[in-house]
């Protein structure tokens, strides 16, 4: 009933029971739903939702979560299984994080880091450093995601200013990629659609190859490593296009979300690495998904052998029990700002507030106590492989990616991966989200190319969990084959 994207859930409960409340009119407008659904129609402005439901008083709320579920207002029990959105690493419920960020606001609860420093940033930048690969010893904070993108981008461009080199500014970024909507991250979001409304975008930005390999050409369908160096060296390609001498840097996940979990083919971001060197193109690792254990590392990038110049966090750090971003720095890349007079003039008055970067603390306690980052390394494979049964339905084509973060790509034909058409795909999707929803799985089919179904569990589930999202696919993916 929503619109989705990229980057958040479809709110796509369905809503039998706030259909069957009294019908409310208001603003010339017969809304159903209770009085809160009614008052989020009027005054709640959802992100990437088309808010035409919500007027109508469809509203789903999630009242309560505990462990893997969530409990919506009509007491309709879920599986979380996109970890809220890729965010809640730890699972619902821990009261350990809410108890350090009590403690935390208690005892400082708001200072900036703007020419002060406060003890959960400093602790928190230190342990970073210590887990981030490489030379990536100097922490940056911002509040999220975007502003992280945003964060890199212009240190980039200030980082070859202050070196000598003023005309490196421009950016790459993969085809499809989605790396924030703020002007600088959205210019790197390679959708179409997204930034169509929003031009002029900030210029300087291009696009390189995604590493979608099951939508590759035919050739390099049995050779993995053929299509990785092809993909790698579209990036040198492209730089070359842009003149090197203009090019600041190149944004890439280390596996790509949008589009549905694209891995790196093997010894692409060896090529990678190699071309940025070449050329001086700082490699910017968008970990705003992959990092603090999803794809199984504390940083995706250390756990797939590459080091990155800069490392973008966000989401899973603190489990999502208080926002904060990172933004992680190599040496070479600090050097010019300690010298002199450089500053970096940039900031965010909520980057690294005091109660995150606790609770980040907290959270990464429990990462490791528990050995979260560990399991997903062990167990990610049999979450796999506990997908893969459904290759069994006529429609699933594709299941990858990497430790807990899974795509499952639906097609007409597996044998020779012929696509649906594109009211196949709409109706596909709209059949889905309700059916998964109802069926007790919150997930989400993505909405923009090929219809992936994309899984981001907690990092605390196991193979019980993973056996009942495979029951609930199945179930819902045969229904779904059926009334095509
Ligand atoms: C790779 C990547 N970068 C950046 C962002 C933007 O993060 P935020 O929504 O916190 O601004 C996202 C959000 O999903 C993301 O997946």
């Not at 980039?156 to 421009?170: E, I, S």
Request: a negative charge; hydrophobic letters at 40%.
């Amino acid at each position: 009933m929503t619109a989705v994207d990229a980057t958040t859930p479809p709110s796509t409960a369905p809503t039998e029971a706030s259909s069957a409340q009294a019908p409310v009119t208001g603003a010339g407008v017969t809304r159903k739903g209770t009085p809160r659904e009614v008052a989020a129609g009027r005054h709640l402005w959802g992100h990437f939702t088309r808010q035409d439901a919500w007027d109508r008083g469809e509203v789903t709320t999630i009242v309560r979560a505990e462990g893997e579920y969530l409990w919506d207002q009509n007491g309709h029990r879920l599986f979380d299984g996109l970890s809220g959105l890729f965010v809640v690493q730890v699972g619902h419920g821990r009261h350990e994080l809410a108890e350090a960020a009590a403690k935390q606001a208690r005892d400082l609860a708001f200072f900036p880091v703007w020419g002060y420093a406060h003890t959960p940033g400093i602790d928190l930048a230190e342990r970073l450093a210590d887990y981030a690969p490489g030379d990536l010893n100097h922490v940056f904070y911002t509040t999220g995601g975007s502003e992280a993108v945003e964060t890199a981008w212009k240190l980039a461009k200030q980082y070859w200013q202050l070196v000598g080199k003023p005309g490196k500014r421009k950016v790459l970024s993969r085809d499809g990629a989605y790396h924030g909507t703020t002007h600088g991250a959205l210019s790197l979001t390679r959708i179409g659609g997204y930034q169509a409304p929003y031009t002029p975008l900030v210029e300087g930005a291009s696009q390189v190859p995604n590493t979608n390999a099951y939508r590759s050409q035919p050739q390099f369908w049995d050779d993995q490593v053929a299509y990785g160096r092809w993909a790698a060296d579209e990036v040198e390609r492209q730089i070359l296009a842009e003149g090197p001498d203009t090019v600041a840097a190149l944004f890439v996940e280390p596996v790509q979300n949008s589009g549905g979990c694209f891995v790196p083919p093997p010894g692409y971001f060896a090529r990678v690495r190699e071309i940025c060197d070449r050329y001086d193109v700082l490699l910017v690792s968008d970990e705003v998904i992959c990092a603090y254990g999803r794809t199984g590392g504390i940083f995706a990038s250390a756990d797939l052998g590459y080091v990155p110049d800069i490392i973008t966090s966000s989401k899973g750090l603190t489990s999502g029990y208080s926002p904060i971003g990172a933004v992680l720095v190599s040496d070479r890349v600090y050097e010019p700002y300690r010298r002199g007079e450089a500053v970096f003039t940039h900031g965010y008055t909520f980057g690294g507030h005091p109660v995150s970067s606790a609770v980040a603390l907290a959270n990464l306690d429990i990462l490791e106590r528990e050995g979260l980052v560990d399991r997903v390394r062990t167990l990610g494979p049999a979450f796999k492989a506990t997908l893969e049964r459904l290759y069994d339905i006529p429609i699933v084509g594709d299941v990858r990616g990497a430790g807990y973060f899974l795509g499952l790509e639906l097609t007409r034909d597996p044998a020779t991966r012929e696509r649906f058409t594109e009211k196949e795909s709409d109706r596909l999707r709209a059949f889905l989200n309700p059916a998964l929803y109802e069926a007790g799985l919150y997930c989400r089919a993505d909405d923009r190319g090929d219809v992936v179904i994309q899984l981001a569990p907690p990092l605390t589930s196991g193979q019980a969990e993973f056996d009942l999202i495979e029951s609930i696919l199945r179930d819902v993916l045969v229904r779904a084959a059926s009334r095509l």
